[in-house]
């Protein structure tokens, strides 16, 4: 089959691999793909968000089956356009997307269907929300409506942090129209966690859970960025909390999607913090994470394909997902600067890999034959093993074999989690 894989950063590098080792697949286009992912697919210089130009493409090349992994092409309903094109495709149709395309929607689900969640309020306005803000109890969260690259949430400490946020989103229009409406939310304690999941609108089977680290700096200080770094499994994530997470959050919400005429097939990721009052939405995907696709996948030992192609079908069922028993971890390695003001056009040395090793390319070009950087998250070296230690410490040594002027990484990936199994 020959598939096409909308988009070009880390995540679609990972799922262009798995796609790779499948033995249906023929022919791998990426759009537009990115230097690193050239090396395993063609990559086509059309934007993501370039619906036309998406269905045109798949239509003169005769795609077999296509894969839209970013959260901006499926709010905006490419899914729809390529399957109404006659291509079969995996990714959630634009009415199921907004369940990460609007905050409100999704927040507005789990209160109707009793999905236990954050205690939240909403506002159009900015002085509707300056005035709530004035009596909230603080650590306080705002949230923009729309996306916004993962960095649509600001958790605030006090009133002039909130007003500052509020001028942000509402007035300055960090995010553009995503900013018209706001969330506050109250503010969640407790480990988090990440579960991707494959549901063909019926069954949900889970993938192997994930911890993502979001701040810039070491100790998790610093700006919010895309992801520094990834761990799988997470530890705090035990057999008997998936099961209450099935049982009260995963099943409900393809139900309750269900009932809203808006059948959800797809990966929908599910970020959690596990309370002390139980597991609690902090918010939906209708895509694959990023960078948690780059740890879930390399301990995936099914093919992604089949999956893919089950769920699009509705016959998706539990035993044809399995993961093998071992660990991962994902250092991303960044421009220093990132996430604001970085250099790029640095070249890029890439070691060897060996058994166990993945390197996946988010923000780099090819100059010639050369690839240099071209982003701020720049690429991810990542390692499996049988334990979390291992799993660190070679993703670790393969960072430290990459060469790029002005690298950055954070140090303490996976430390927290290797210190809640008692080896910290």
């Known amino acids: 089959m020959d598939i096409l894989v909308v988009g070009g950063g880390g995540r679609e590098h990972a799922v262009i691999k798995s796609l790779k ?34 269905v045109q493409f798949a239509r003169t090349h005769k795609v077999d089956f296509a894969v839209v992994t970013p959260d901006d092409p499926l709010v905006l309903g490419c899914v729809d356009a390529l399957e109404e094109a006659g291509i079969p495709c995996f990714g959630p149709n634009k009415a199921a997307a907004i369940i990460e395309g609007s905050k409100v ?15 939240s309020e909403t506002f ?16 306080t969260v705002v949230k923009a ?18 007003e500052k946020a509020i001028g942000d989103i509402m007035v300055n229009k960090v995010f553009g ?3 018209d409406r706001v969330l506050i939310e109250e503010f969640l304690t407790g480990p988090e966690v990440s579960v991707l999941t494959f549901t063909d609108g019926k069954t949900v089977v889970p993938m192997v859970s994930s911890m993502d680290h979001k701040r810039a700096g070491d100790g998790d200080e610093g700006l919010n960025t895309g992801g520094m770094g990834t761990i799988a499994p997470n530890p705090y994530y035990t057999k ?37 009052d139980g597991p609690k939405v902090i918010e939906y995907n209708c895509r694959f994470g990023d960078p948690e696709t780059q740890v879930v996948l390399p301990l995936l030992k099914s093919d992604l ?32 600067g990132y996430p604001q003001k970085y250099e790029t056009g640095f070249e890029i040395t890439l070691p060897q890999t060996e058994r166990g090793e993945e390197i996946y390319v988010a923000g780099a070009k090819l100059s010639g034959d050369n690839l240099v950087t071209a982003g701020g998250r720049v690429l991810g070296a990542v390692a499996t093993a049988d334990t979390l230690e291992d799993a660190v410490a070679r993703a670790y040594a393969l960072a430290g074999r990459i060469r790029f002027q002005n690298a950055y990484m954070r140090r303490d990936i996976g430390r927290r989690a290797l210190k809640a199994l008692g080896r910290g």
């Not at 996306?147 to 002039?160: D, E, R, S």
């Not at 099943?251 to 990966?267: I, Q, S, W």
Request: proline share 5%; glycine share 10%.
């Open 21 to 54: 080792a499948s033995r249906r697949s023929g022919k791998l286009y990426a759009l537009p793909g990115n230097g690193g992912i050239a090396r395993d697919a063609e990559c086509v210089p059309v934007k993501a968000t370039d619906i036309a130009g998406i």
């Open 105 to 119: 929607f999704s927040k507005e689900l789990m209160k109707k269907y009793g999905i236990p969640t954050a205690a």
């Open 124 to 139: 159009s306005s900015a002085d509707a929300a300056l005035a709530y803000l004035k009596t909230a109890r603080y650590p």
């Open 145 to 162: 409506d729309g996306l916004a690259l993962g960095k649509g949430a600001v958790i605030v400490q006090n009133y002039a942090e909130a």
């Open 177 to 179: 129209a995503s900013g």
């Open 240 to 276: 008997e909390i998936a099961d209450e997470c099935m049982r009260t959050i995963f099943l409900p919400t393809v139900a309750a999607m269900n009932a809203e005429g808006r059948p959800f097939k797809g990966c929908l990721y599910f970020g959690l913090m596990l309370t002390p």
């Open 305 to 336: 394909l089949e999956i893919m192609l089950a769920v699009r079908g509705g016959t998706l069922t539990p035993d044809m997902v399995r993961f093998s028993d071992g660990a991962a971890c994902c250092v991303v390695l960044a421009s220093e």
